[in-house]
């Protein structure tokens, strides 16, 4: 189940579980969504695409809902969709504010309390949060992202605290800036400001950063977990 899959790191990450069953989550994109299902198809994969807004609960219960429906069971959530509306504080304005807020960090509350029962059910799962150094360090102009992305670090944590007695796996993800819609918004004087921080002076790729999560979900004994796939120093 991977969230915002119809482009960018989401469809890379749906790519890469492709062989697998696949509930391809969109919002808005649903032909992008159906090409995505004809591609994994097209691998010999299964795949179905289902259009959730995340910050609505009542619809990511319907579509968790029909997943289970259709297949039976959820063993990995990939909680990628993500937003910004980039600006200063003093000029921020509480649309900018609350839509980042309630896609950012409401939307994977919302999926994980939807799908955590599903999961407990079946044994267990995985469930991998998509997270941002700005959530860590913060970042002048990003406040609602920040704060977005540093509550979903607290409530990635947290959550596998509770969760673990269940077996679900909780962890971060932190992909760094990739060639994506997303990374592409940001300005050149941003991106070189990136680009000095790298230890090894480059960037991942979305497929890099896909065989990661696949390779940890995976994974049986990793839970509560934070992973920086770039070289940034995240202290000192």
């Known amino acids: 189940m991977v969230t915002g899959a119809s482009r960018g790191l989401g469809r890379a990450i749906?790519?890469?579980?492709?062989?697998?069953r696949v509930a391809v989550l969109y919002?808005?994109?649903a032909e992008?969504?159906?090409q995505v299902v004809a591609e994994i198809k097209a691998m010999g994969g299964e795949a179905s695409s289902f259009r959730v807004d995340v910050?609505?609960?009542s619809r990511v219960k319907e579509g968790v809902e029909a997943i289970v429906n259709e297949w039976g069971r959820i063993d990995v959530l990939i909680n990628n969709a993500g937003t910004v509306r980039d600006d200063l504080l003093i000029k921020m304005g509480e649309a900018e504010w609350d839509e980042v807020l309630r896609t950012n960090l409401a939307g994977p509350v919302n999926l994980m309390r939807a799908v955590a029962p599903v999961m407990k059910k079946n044994g267990g799962?995985?469930?991998v949060n998509i997270g941002s150094i700005s959530g860590l360090k913060g970042r002048e102009g990003q406040i609602n992202y920040a704060a977005s992305k540093g509550g979903l670090w607290g409530v990635s944590t947290a959550a596998a605290r509770e969760m673990g007695k269940d077996n679900i796996q909780i962890n971060m993800v932190i992909p760094g800036l990739l060639?994506?819609?997303m990374g592409k918004a940001l300005s050149d004087v941003?991106?070189?400001r990136v680009i000095r921080e790298l230890c090894l002076g480059r960037t991942s790729t979305v497929e890099e950063v896909a065989d990661f999560i696949h390779h940890l979900c995976g994974m049986r004994n990793v839970s509560g977990q934070v992973f920086n796939l770039d070289s940034r120093v995240l202290e000192g």
């Open 14 to 20: 749906a790519l890469r579980f492709g062989r697998e």
């Open 27 to 29: 919002r808005e994109r």
């Open 32 to 34: 992008e969504a159906r």
């Open 55 to 57: 910050g609505i609960p």
């Open 125 to 127: 799962g995985h469930i």
């Open 179 to 181: 060639d994506t819609e």
């Open 190 to 192: 941003g991106r070189e």
